[in-house]
C-alpha cells in the first residue's frame, strides 16, 4: 500500500501543477495565440491581433521601463525589427506592469527616447499576460502564420550583449522563414518576475 501511495503522491502533485499552469494560462507549442484587442499603445491608437494578419510571423515581446534586463534588450529589439521587417516579420512589445515607471505616459518617453520602430503596447488589465503566461520582462512569443504558437523563451542566451553565444530568436525566426522548425521551441526566458495584480 505505501508503495501505490509513493507511486500515486507524484502524479497526483504533478497533475495539480498542470492544472495550475493550464489556469494560468500557459501556451503550449502549436497551441493558438490568444486573441487580444483594444490595448493601447504608444501612439495612442488600439491595437488588436487582427492588426498584424498581413505578417508572416508575429512576435509578442512582454516587457517593461524599469527593468534592467528588458533594458539590456531594447537596442536588440529594435535591430532584430530593423534585420527582419522586409522579410515579413512584425514585433509587438507589451507591457502588463502597473508601476508608475511602466505606465503609459512612462512607455511613451522610453519609446520616443530608444527609437522604437515596433508597437509598444499597454495593457493595465494584465489579461493579455495571464492567457499568454507571460512570466518575465523580457519573455518572447513567436506566432506562425497561423497564429500558433512556434516559439517560446528569451531573446539570446545573456543580458550582455558581448557574451551572447546562442541568438535564440533569431535562430526560431530564420527556420520559420524558411518553413522549417526551429532548432529549439523552448528556452529558459529571464529577466525581471512580472507584477501580477
Known amino acids: 500500500m505505501k508503495r501505490i501511495l509513493l507511486c500515486i503522491a507524484p502524479v497526483t502533485a504533478?497533475?495539480?501543477?498542470?492544472?495550475?499552469?493550464?489556469?494560468?494560462?500557459?501556451?503550449?507549442?502549436?497551441?493558438?495565440?490568444?486573441?487580444?484587442?483594444?490595448?493601447?499603445?504608444?501612439?495612442?491608437?488600439?491595437?488588436?491581433?487582427?492588426?498584424?494578419?498581413?505578417?508572416?510571423?508575429?512576435?509578442?515581446?512582454?516587457?517593461?521601463?524599469?527593468?534592467?534586463?528588458?533594458?539590456?534588450?531594447?537596442?536588440?529589439?529594435?535591430?532584430?525589427?530593423?534585420?527582419?521587417?522586409?522579410?515579413?516579420?512584425?514585433?509587438?512589445?507589451?507591457?502588463?506592469?502597473?508601476?508608475?515607471?511602466?505606465?503609459?505616459?512612462?512607455?511613451?518617453e522610453r519609446a520616443k527616447a530608444k527609437k522604437f520602430d515596433f508597437a509598444y503596447i499597454y495593457d493595465a488589465s494584465q489579461k493579455i499576460g495571464k492567457e499568454y503566461g507571460a512570466k518575465v520582462t523580457p519573455h518572447v512569443f513567436v506566432l506562425d502564420r497561423d497564429r500558433k504558437l512556434a516559439y517560446v523563451g528569451a531573446i539570446d542566451d545573456s543580458m550582455d550583449a558581448k557574451k551572447v553565444k546562442k541568438h535564440h530568436l533569431r535562430d526560431a525566426l530564420d527556420a520559420l522563414l524558411a518553413g522549417k522548425e526551429p532548432p529549439e521551441k523552448v528556452t529558459k526566458q529571464f529577466g525581471c518576475t512580472i507584477k501580477y495584480e
Do not use: W
Request: proline share 2%.
Open 14 to 108: 504533478l497533475l495539480l501543477l498542470t492544472a495550475h499552469f493550464v489556469r494560468a494560462g500557459e501556451l503550449k507549442i502549436g497551441d493558438a495565440a490568444p486573441n487580444f484587442s483594444g490595448i493601447v499603445g504608444t501612439d495612442d491608437k488600439e491595437h488588436a491581433l487582427k492588426d498584424y494578419k498581413s505578417a508572416k510571423l508575429l512576435v509578442l515581446v512582454f516587457t517593461c521601463n524599469h527593468c534592467p534586463v528588458a533594458q539590456a534588450y531594447e537596442e536588440r529589439l529594435v535591430k532584430l525589427q530593423k534585420d527582419y521587417k522586409e522579410k515579413g516579420v512584425r514585433i509587438v512589445a507589451v507591457n502588463v506592469n502597473n508601476l508608475d515607471a511602466d505606465k503609459l505616459d512612462k512607455m511613451k
